[in-house]
Each structure stands twice: as C-alpha cells, then as structure tokens.
C-alpha cells in the first residue's frame, strides 16, 4: 500500500516536472517558431493561394483557378527546365557520392596532417554555391581558359567548356561533382564507427581488399549513404547560383542550363508571372516530396540498420 | 504560496515567451525592409516631408546622386530625399517587390523596357508639375504611354558603331564612311580587318545579342521592331537577314567562333574585343563609349550603323537613357515633382552627373556642361549633335512585356550562332516568342 502510494507521488511529481519542461520548452522554442510561422509557413501558403492567381507583383492577384498549372503542361521551356534539372540531378549527385566516399576512404586510413587534408577537401563545399566560384570557372573553363591552355599543351583542341551549348550543363556538373566535402566529412565520421573488429575477422578469413569493402563496409555503411543520398538531392534539385552566374542569369546558351530553380526566377521576376512561378515552385515541391518519398519506401530493401 | 510561485512562475514565463516572440518579430520586420524607411514619416505640420528616391548604377552615379539630393535638400529645407539605390540587375526584382508590398518609392528612375508596364498597371501616374520646356518634343513624347506622360527622360543615348582606328591602321584597312556604308561593306571590312590584324584580333564582335541592332536595320527598311499600338511590326524577311549577317560574319572570319561570341557579350564592356584590343568594331550605346575607351587605352571612334543610305530611310535614333517617373499612390506629389524638377532643369545638378544620366535631354543644360566634358564624353556630344539632323523619329514606347526580349535575342541569337537554327527558323522562333511576350 505504501509503495503504491509512494509510486503514485514520483509519478505525480514528475509529471509536475515534464509540465513544468513543457513550459520551459516552449519558451526557448517561441523564437524558433516564430520564424518558421513567419518566414516559412506564411510564405508556403501564401505561394499556394498564388499559384491559383495571375499575380504579376505590380498588381493584385486575380484568381484565375488551375490555369497555372495547366499551361505549364504546354510550356515547352517548362519541360526543358525539367530536363535539364533531372539530368544534373540523376548524374551529379551519385558521382558526387562515389568521389565523397572515395575520398573518405583514402583519408581514414590516418593520414598524417589528417585535418588538413580534411579541411583542404571540405573547402570547395563551402564555395562552390559562391558567386565568386561560379564566375572563376566561367574564366577557367572560357574558351582561352586555363583548362584550354593546359589541353592545347598536350595537343588538344577544346571548346568553350561554359559557353557551349553541348558541354555546359557537364561542366555544371563536374562544379557539383566538385564540392563532394560534406557528404566526405560524413562519410568519414560514418567510417569511423565501423568497427576494426569486423575488418580483423574478415582479414582472418582470407577476404580480400575488394571483398571487405563490398561486404563489411558498404553494408554498414549504407545508412549514412541513404542520409546523403537525401540530402544531395534535395539540394541539387535547388541548385541556382551556378547556373545563373554562369548564363548571365538566362540558362543559356541555349536554354542547356536552364534549371529549374532559374526559370521559375525568370518567370517571376522578370516575366511578372508569379502566379505562374508559385506554381512552379508548388510543382517541384511535389517532386522533390515525391522523390524523397520513393527514396525512403526503397530504402527499407539496401540501407542496413546495424542496431 | 506553493500555488502562487507556481503562477507566477507562470505569469513570468508567458511575459517571457510573449517577448522573445516580440523580439523575433522585431528582428525579421528589420531584415525585411532595406532599412531606409524611417517610420516618422512628415508628420503633418511641421511641414517636414520625406520622399524616396529609387535609382540604379553604379558606385559613381551612387556618389555623385547623394551629392545632388545634399543639394536639394539646402535649397528646399522641408524636404528629405531618402536615397534607395542598387545595381541594374537587382533593380527590378527589389522594384518589383516594393511595389507588391505597397512600399513604392515615391520618385522612380524606369527604363523603356519597364515604362509600360509600370504605367499600364497604375504603379506610376501622369507627370504633372515638372517644367519640360526645355526637352524637345520628339524626345519628351518617347516618355507617353496611352498619350499620357509617364515618364521624362533623363538624357538620349545612340546605338552607334565603336571603332578602334588603331587596329584598322594595324590592319591597313580604311576607316569607313558612315553615312553610305552598307551591311555587306561592313561584312567585307571585318573580314579584311581579321586577316590583316593578325592572330586573336578580329573585325568586329557579334551584334546579334542585342533588339537595338535589328530596330535599327528593321527602320531603315521603313519597318519597326514594335508599332505604337503594342505589335510587332517588323518582317520575317527582316530578322532573317539580320541573323544571316552574322553568319556571313563568322564564315570569313570577321567575327570570333560561337563560344567566344557568348563569352565576349558575358563579359560587358571591359572584357569586350574592343575593351581587350581583340578587335576593331563592336555595337554599344553611345554612353559607354568612356568605359571602353577607358579598358581599351585606345582612342576609340564613334560611327553609324551600316546601312543608313542604303535602303528606304535612316534607321539611327535617340533612345532616352532613363526616365524620371513618380510613384501613382505616393503621398507627396508636390514635393516629389519638385525633385524631379530640379533633377532635369538645374544646372549645377548636369555638372555633378555631366553624361551620366546619358547626353542631357534638356539642351540649356546640355549646351551649360559642353566645355566640363572629358575627351570620350565630348566625342559623343559631337557624334549626336551631327546625327540630330538625320534622325527622322523615334521609336514609340515598348510595349508590356518588352523587357523579356533581352533574355529571348540571347537565346535565339545563340542558337544561330551555332548553327542549331537557320536564319528562317530563327526569325519564325523570334517572332512566335516576342509576340507571346508582349501579347500576354
């Protein structure tokens, strides 16, 4: 009886406590809420009202119901957009996983100036978004750029690499390709918790170098590959300043840069069609849900939870 | 007691949430705006009122523009001009964006390209108590829209052949005369140039980037590239034949291969053939002919077009470098027309900005800052003066939508360029795509 009762009196104190948390809680979190009301959720359904409209920015929006949507489905450049963007996406990013894990591979065999490196190869993640890369390579990859003049050494004739019609979206790419540093950085911590034990064993048994990596490594590993994974698409689907700075802001030459994110800008700012923009924004909002949504479904048959 | 200190604790932690959240809103209502409206706005009696004024450029006109509403505000005390300026190519989001938040600038510096839209929408309103005496009619009327005056211009510019008399001499080929040169003379002149210069300079860079070009070509055909009701008004012939002159252009060598042609038009005037001494001819609005003399280190040369007495007419014209136009809904008509006012007709204003604002449309003024111009500057005062007489109009106002154009030439002249459309294709695709653009 008396334990029962003592029993009663924890739970009712700490129930008092959690409610006191709860209160606690919601104090640190208010600012954090506040944003996400005011500079995410607001605008979120503000875009969607407009989507249905024929906002042009100088006017008031005049609702104009699925016309957005349903010119879109006529609008040859849309689908352009959408071709290119699924191209960068579908190529770059598992070649930038496959350089991140490489690289993670050859820096956690304990390099000396081990943080070094990391920092070295962590860098171009941190500038490739920048304007100020984004026009190095336009000078790099120009048609008496340095890239150039290296291949014109060896005999090779090259083309403008951004100025190109057929090469500029690849050259895109290789920028992405290029700033492999954080899904590295994750990659190596993920490596880290492999443990030597398993490598030991395998070694033992007679398996080869090939052979652990394929059924030691990658197995365990394939939690932190489905994390980037994620993330890298998600981030390549909004891929803008390299794009923009490199065309001059039109997605050119030709329309072979025009990604998505940069006709949706074109369309807004400077045709005054946000209507039609928010349309567009709703419409890869969708795709990238329903990639992500697919990813995980997929994910329960390769990614190995170890726990 | 215990129930008490509960509730207070309570009480406290409610103010607190309340505040933080306050503070949050504090904070992102600051980072929304630019930070240069003050709220104490006139305040009714005192008679002190506040305007804004809204212009792009860059650093220089930023300098020389404060120094102008410095003397603004000395000799009309009452009022503050709040500057609001940005660069060209976030000019017209930050605009736009304003405009949608109900926070229009009250004085608005607008583009040709931008006029109609703005006025047909009702963000800008009739201009009204600014004396335009002093600007000739032909010019003062490209500022209409619906026979209402929306906008006054700043000052003229000409699209006008550069040429590098330097690399022509190098080259030994004669300067051109450009009153009677024709388009085929100028395709035959750019090759020769490019075999006579030697390796990595050549005649002339591509034209095709640019409307301006086919408006000039498209007049002196008796055609234009809008009509003033809003349509098209330039033939399929027409666009053709201006795509097909760089394509002639490319094949004897006249003008670089198609990825230089890109990287040349990306790369504005300092890294331009002519800015680069890569080349003897290149198109510019008359008013950067001090930026690229200035990167060239050349004394480069103003010419016509070709083609002004080749076919029906003259096709140059006076195309107003900006206007001044003042916001539909601001509060202070007066005091902003006062402002734009004193922008155009002051004297002392035209020697702070000289050319700046392109060659003054106000010709009192132009005539007051003659002697205070540098070198390039008075090469263009004399190039338009002698153009003046053989200027038969202007075009009328571009119609809504006219600003996608830009983005449309690049994309269509590009694919010309490399050879992934024929001159015909390219004119069917011009035509099909401005015409959406401005019809929509």
Not at chain 1, 207 to 231: D, E, K, Q, Y
Not at chain 2, 177 to 204: F, L, R
Not at chain 2, 241 to 257: H, I, R, V, Y
């Amino acid at each position: 009886m008396a334990v029962i009762q003592e029993v009663a009196r924890t739970r009712g104190a700490a129930r008092e406590r959690r409610k006191g948390d709860g209160k606690a809680a919601a104090l640190f979190l208010a600012p954090w809420f506040v944003g996400l009301v005011l500079v995410t959720a607001f605008p979120l359904v503000a875009s969607l009202y407009l989507s249905f409209t024929d906002y042009s920015l100088l006017e008031a929006p005049g609702w104009i119901g699925l016309e957005n949507y349903t010119a879109m489905f006529s609008d040859p450049r849309f689908f352009q957009a959408l071709k290119v963007t699924f191209t960068y996406v579908l190529v770059s990013v598992p070649l930038q996983l496959a350089a991140a894990l490489a690289l993670a591979m050859v820096l956690d065999k304990g390099l000396r100036g081990l943080a070094f490196y990391r920092s070295v190869y962590y860098l171009p993640s941190l500038l490739g978004g920048s304007v100020a890369i984004a026009i190095l390579w336009r000078q790099v990859f120009g048609a008496d750029g340095l890239v150039n003049q290296v291949l014109g050494f060896f005999g090779i004739e090259g083309v403008g690499w951004v100025s190109h019609p057929d090469y500029a979206l690849g050259t895109l790419m290789i920028l992405n390709v290029w700033t492999f540093g954080a899904p590295m950085i994750i990659f190596l911590a993920g490596l880290r918790q492999i443990p030597a034990m398993y490598y030991e064993a395998a070694s033992i048994d007679g398996a080869g170098r090939w052979r652990r990596f394929r059924s030691i490594t990658v197995p365990l590993l394939t939690p932190i590959i489905f994390f980037n994974l994620v993330l890298q698409l998600i981030g390549a689907f909004q891929s803008f300043t390299q794009a923009f700075i490199v065309s001059g802001g039109t997605g050119g030459p030709v329309d072979s840069t025009l990604f998505y994110t940069l006709y949706l800008y074109e369309k807004g700012f400077s045709s005054y069609q946000m209507g039609y923009a928010s349309a567009m924004a709703w419409f890869l909002l969708l795709v990238v849900a329903g990639m992500t949504a697919v990813n995980f479904l997929a994910s329960k048959f390769w990614v190995f939870y170890d726990d | 007691m215990r129930v008490t200190a509960t509730r207070a604790a309570r009480r406290r932690g409610v103010a607190l949430t309340a505040l933080t959240a306050a503070g949050a809103l504090a904070l992102t209502a600051c980072s929304g705006d630019s930070g240069a409206l003050p709220s104490d706005d006139d305040g009714g009696g005192d008679g002190n009122v506040e305007i804004r004024f809204a212009w792009w450029g860059s650093d220089d006109r930023h300098k020389t523009t404060q120094q102008i509403i410095d003397l603004f505000e000395e000799k009309n005390p009452g009022i503050t001009v709040v500057p609001d300026y940005t660069d060209w190519d976030g000019y017209w989001d930050k605009l736009a964006t304003a405009t949608a938040g109900g926070d229009t600038p009250d004085v608005i510096t607008q583009e040709e390209r931008y006029l109609s839209d703005y006025a047909s929408r009702g963000v800008i309103g009739e201009m009204t108590g600014v004396d335009t005496s002093e600007i000739p009619a032909d010019i003062l009327s490209t500022g209409e829209v619906d026979g209402k005056l929306v906008g006054i211009p700043t000052g003229v510019n000409a699209y006008a052949m550069v040429a590098d008399p330097q690399i022509f001499a190098d080259a030994g080929v004669e300067m051109p005369d450009d009153t009677t040169w024709t388009w085929d003379e100028y395709v035959d002149i750019a090759g020769k140039i490019s075999k006579g210069a030697g390796d990595g300079v050549w005649g002339a860079q591509d034209y095709g980037f640019n409307e301006a070009g086919l408006n000039v070509l498209a007049r002196q055909k008796g055609e234009t590239l809008y009509n003033a009701d809003g349509t098209l008004g330039v033939s399929k012939e027409t666009v053709a034949e201006f795509f097909q002159t760089s394509l002639d252009l490319m094949a004897n060598g006249g003008q670089p291969d198609a990825s230089r042609s890109v990287e040349y038009q990306n790369a504005g005037p300092e890294g331009s053939l002519l800015g680069t001494n890569a080349g003897a001819m290149g198109v510019w609005w008359s008013n950067q002919l001090g930026a690229l003399s200035d990167a060239s280190g050349h004394e480069l040369e103003l010419l016509r077009l070709p083609g002004e007495s080749e076919f029906e007419r003259t096709g140059m014209y006076f195309k107003p470098a900006m206007y001044y136009s003042i916001s539909a809904k601001t509060e202070h008509p007066e005091e902003s027309a006062k402002l734009v006012d004193f922008l155009l007709n002051d004297p002392e204003v035209a020697k702070l900005q000289l050319t700046d604002r392109g060659l003054p449309a106000n010709l009192t003024v132009r005539e007051a800052i003659l002697p205070e111009l540098a070198a390039a500057d008075q090469k263009v005062a004399d190039f338009m003066a002698a153009l003046e007489p053989d200027i038969v109009d202007n075009p009328a106002v571009p119609p809504n939508g006219a600003n996608e154009i830009q983005d449309i030439m690049i994309r269509i002249n590009t694919e010309v360029l490399f050879e992934r459309m024929t001159p015909d294709e390219a004119a069917d695709a011009f035509l099909k795509d401005v015409g959406a653009a401005i019809g929509g």
